[in-house]
């Protein structure tokens, strides 16, 4: 089955899109990486969903504006990924939305909101399209993230020692897997989100990130800062747990440098930078993690990177690439692993790392053009994923 996979993260730098043909063997999930690329969001709509995110307000008017601008959006990006990544022809999408709110109560999550109608999808493709694949998880006691552990688990199964997995996007996410216990994943906290924010606020909306870590290098880290920022109680809650731009946001970070001023923009930058790494590695440690596989926009950033590796001694940190997946696109290919399951009857979540009381079917599916048939439900759930290199077109 040749399956695109839609992702935008918390960071709504790009849309991005991946395709790739799947199919199930025994126990194994093989998968051809058949390309992907990353689409910038329209104007319109990108400043929609800044406008929308916590802690601003918002109406149900924008919000209902903004679910069809963010479904037009993913469709035109469906549309080019079916004519340029498969050749014009393609069996389903799957399409994570945007998230615009995860509301969590005293560590429960009680919802979660990811925008972008699918019927403009379905509806411009002409494809089945799988979304909303968040919200069955929270039903179910889980925390409705990371998803992505599912394919970080089958991926880093049978490796040496105790592998994890880092996703490093607007939130850094990790993805524990230790051969003789169950795997567990969870939210470090902030990777980029309040990195960009920082950048959008000190250069007035004239920069979104800091491209290539130019800021952080520039700038030392105040050890104060750090301190302060290191005292949030997110950081000592046990896992599974999950956070967003709910918390770490510009107000947030605002309130941080009232009570420890630091004058120059480049030392928050760099301050903010070694929050992550600092994180991340404390996560990894508490969890005796001796290889870190990372993916995310977050490895585009070599000061990041860096920090993370010199907070880590000792522990191999690599990309994704590495082990055969596009670090760019990991989400979006995950995503479209967590679609291809739905449509064969497999559930896509690990309890052990969403918290979830069971194993759940996720999304809900809109037909295409043509009467909706799914494949014969599947019989044996795959363990392992097995990455081969896509056929000649």
């Not at 880093?156 to 216990?181: C, F, H, I, S």
């Not at 969890?287 to 990041?304: D, I, Q, Y």
């Not at 309890?351 to 043509?370: E, K, N, V, Y």
């Amino acid at each position: 089955m040749r399956v695109i996979g839609l992702m935008s993260g918390t960071s709504y730098d790009a849309i991005e899109a991946a395709a790739a043909e799947l199919r199930l063997e025994d126990e194994e999930l093989v998968m051809s990486v058949l390309g992907a690329h990353s689409l910038p969001w329209p104007e319109e709509p990108r400043r929609g969903i800044e406008a929308a995110l916590p802690p601003a307000g918002t109406t149900v008017e924008a919000v209902c504006r903004l679910d069809t601008l963010i479904g037009q959006a993913f469709a035109d990006a469906a549309v080019r990924a079916v004519e340029t990544l498969c050749s014009g022809s393609a069996d389903l999408v799957v399409s994570h939305g945007q998230t615009v709110h995860h509301w969590v109560e005293d560590g429960l999550v009680r919802g979660t909101l990811q925008l972008g109608r699918p019927a403009w999808i379905a509806e411009a493709t002409g494809l089945p399209v799988v979304a909303d694949l968040r919200s069955r998880d929270v039903a179910a006691g889980g925390q409705g993230a990371p998803l992505v552990s599912v394919v970080d688990t089958l991926l880093l199964r049978g490796r040496p020692g105790v592998p994890a997995a880092l996703n490093l996007g607007g939130m850094a996410n990790v993805t524990v897997v230790p051969r003789d216990a169950d795997p567990v994943a969870f939210d470090t906290g902030p990777a980029n989100a309040l990195i960009d924010a920082a950048v959008r606020h000190f250069t007035a909306g004239a920069r979104h990130w800091d491209e290539d870590g130019r800021g952080a290098a520039a700038g030392r880290v105040d050890t104060a800062l750090l301190s302060l920022l290191l005292d949030e109680p997110y950081y000592r809650r046990p896992a599974p747990k999950t956070t967003g731009k709910e918390l770490f946001h510009l107000p947030y970070l605002l309130d941080a440098l009232a009570a420890r001023p630091v004058p120059e923009p480049d030392d928050v930058l760099a301050t903010l930078t070694r929050l992550t790494a600092v994180t991340v590695a404390d996560a990894c440690r508490a969890h005796g993690v001796t290889e870190l596989v990372v993916s995310g926009g977050g490895t585009r950033n070599p000061v990041l990177m860096r920090m993370i590796g010199a907070e880590m001694p000792g522990i191999p940190v690599l990309t994704s690439d590495d082990v055969g997946l596009p670090s760019g696109a990991k989400e979006a290919l995950a995503f479209a692993v967590l679609g291809f399951l739905t449509v064969h009857g497999l559930p896509a979540t690990v309890p052990s790392c969403t918290g979830a009381r069971h194993a759940s079917l996720l999304g809900g599916i809109t037909p295409g053009r043509a009467p909706l048939r799914l494949p014969p439900a599947a019989a044996l759930a795959p363990n392992r994923l097995r990455i081969v290199p896509a056929a000649p077109r």
